[in-house]
């Protein structure tokens, strides 16, 4: 089973994007905000990461920094509100592999994960 660790601090999308996932049969880890994920992103080995950018305790970029530091394999989403092409260009240079801008439809995140894990 492919295991994703989400990092977002909206409750209700949060809920959301895990129900969607889970019926997919994806095992997936939930993070409220910044400081969590990397919490759980150090005790744990993940397929993906969805980040959302704007969290409390660290941003999606900062946790892209620390996640780079430790594992440059990893796959990494991030969920930005920001769609401006210079944001989507600041969090590829981070480290992200993909981006979808907010608001999305669960459906449309589901389909880019399906994507991105079986990608080679």
Same mark, same amino acid.
Do not use: C, W
């Given at each position: +089973?492919?295991?994703?660790?989400?990092? !977002?601090d909206? /409750?209700?999308?949060?809920? =959301?994007?895990? *129900?969607?996932? #889970? !019926?997919d049969e @994806? /095992?997936? *880890? #939930?993070?409220? &905000?910044?400081? #969590?994920?990397?919490e759980?992103?150090?005790?744990?080995? @993940? &397929? =993906?990461?969805? %980040?959302? @950018? +704007? +969290?409390p305790?660290?941003?999606g %970029? #900062?946790?892209i $920094? $620390?996640?780079?530091?430790?594992?440059? *394999?990893?796959?990494?989403?991030m969920?930005?509100?920001?769609s401006?092409?210079?944001?989507?260009?600041?969090?590829?240079?981070?480290?992200?592999? @993909?981006?979808?801008?907010?608001?999305?439809?669960? +459906? /449309? %995140?589901? &389909?880019?994960?399906?994507?991105?894990?079986? /990608?080679?």
């Open positions: +089973m492919r295991r994703i660790l989400l990092a !977002e909206e /409750e209700v999308l949060r809920m =959301l994007v895990v *129900d969607t996932l #889970e !019926e @994806y /095992e997936v *880890d #939930e993070a409220s &905000d910044g400081t #969590e994920a990397v759980l992103f150090e005790k744990n080995r @993940y &397929d =993906l990461l969805v %980040l959302d @950018y +704007m +969290m305790g660290l941003t %970029l #900062e946790v $920094h $620390h996640v780079r530091q430790k594992n440059k *394999d990893v796959k990494i989403l969920l930005s509100a920001k401006q092409q210079f944001e989507q260009d600041k969090v590829i240079e981070a480290g992200a592999n @993909y981006f979808i801008a907010k608001p999305f439809s669960p +459906m /449309e %995140l589901k &389909d880019k994960v399906e994507v991105i894990l079986n /990608e080679g």
